[in-house]
């Protein structure tokens, strides 16, 4: 987050107490706003969208999914060959 307000506070004019609530507000999806998203441009829209998507799946989810390793099976389906007839 701390990237996302640095990157958003280059982008505006704004001071950082503004720029800050409305990161931590897309990060964690409140919808607070200090009606400073109207004047952010497009890129300050889409680094928005961006915080809102990643908040909204949430940051362990995210880790754990791009740290998920397929275990091996402890177990062996059977295999026969059936006699129909």
């Not at 506070?9 to 720029?19: K, R």
């Not at 009606?35 to 362990?60: C, E, K, Q, S, Y």
Request: no cysteine; aromatic share 4%; proline share 4%.
């Amino acid at each position: 987050m701390g990237v996302a307000t640095y990157v958003l506070l280059a982008l505006t004019p704004h001071s950082l107490d503004q720029v800050m609530l409305e990161v931590v507000s897309a990060f964690s999806t409140a919808g607070l706003s200090t009606g400073i998203t109207a004047d952010v441009g497009t890129a300050g829209h889409l680094l928005l969208v961006m915080l809102m998507f990643v908040g909204r799946i949430g940051p362990l989810t995210l880790g754990s999914a791009l740290a998920l390793n397929r275990r091996a099976r402890h177990y062996e389906l059977p295999e026969e060959r059936v006699i129909v007839g």
